[in-house]
């Protein structure tokens, strides 16, 4: 088999000094009671990557919140794991790399679009910027009403309760409460650690490589102290800092270390037992972490489609297991 297909990664994600910048999501709304955007049933939709880290949040608290039991609250459309010069694929892609296709509902009055970008443009003639997921549509306006994972993990949590099954109305992963504990341990995992490994990953100069590689470990030593003799991040209780954390650290052993170079330690390799012993306990725990994690889809997403970090597009077996059992 060869690997011919152009990638937007073949394109590079580094700017000219080597280092990688997140850009900065530019559709901010909020769905809520009085606004633009009103909780409805039957009306939004939400596109996501099975891939990636960020629309991997949304898919957690979705089944977190039993979403996915109400019919037509909150629809999934799945692109395809390969993302192309084009972008994200919602049809037919065109490269002969390994990849799972697009499956879930087409977008009302956008059944023939073939990319992310054309539901971007369709909500912003002048839009610019990369087509990212996660993407929370709405079919009413016409429009993306977030693309922030941030956000929307924040106002997704609530936004739908009253039509939710009873036991989780009410439930927040934002807790009054916790909101200083979180705030601030989202300060030092998002540059460090969800963002580190892409700076790692992405770097194109050893300086920019270094700058990003050695606090990214850093922070999983800190990570690793602040587990001790504890279940979760903040308080007692599952919060959005567990969920932020677990799909960079689901991804970590299967791809990071390899594909972006994130090599020092394994989590699986005894150096951070706490931080293993977290991950493995959401994992087989919690179906809502487990039924929305999907190996195969994250690796040939990664290996397949940066082209210039992995040229022959060859999606390497292991780890085996992707996660180790409960009980090892
Ligand atoms: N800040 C965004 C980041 C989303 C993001 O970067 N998503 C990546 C996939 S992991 C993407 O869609 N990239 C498409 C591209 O770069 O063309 C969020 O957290 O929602």
Known sequence: MSFTSESVASKPFASADGRYHRQTSTFRDVIAPGTKFEPEVGRYKLIVSLACPWASRVLIVRALKKMDQVENLLPVTVVDTFLGEKGWCLGEVDTDRPHNPAYGPKIPGHENARYVRDLYLAADPDYELRATVPLLWDTKHNTIVNNESSELIRFLDTAFDQFLPKEVQGITYYPKELRKEIDAINEW?????????????????????????????????????????????????????DIRLFTTIIRFDPVYVGHFKCNLHTIRGGRFPNVHRWLRELYWNDEAFKSTTDFDSIKKHYYASHVKINPTGIVPLGPEPHIEPLDQ
């Open 189 to 241: 995992v998002y540059p460090t650690i969800n963002n580190g490994v892409y700076k790692s990953g992405f770097a194109t100069t050893m300086d920019a490589y270094l700058e990003n590689v050695k606090p990214l470990f850093e922070s999983l030593d800190s990570l690793e102290k602040h587990l001790q003799g504890k279940k979760y991040m903040v308080g007692d209780q599952l919060t959005e800092a």
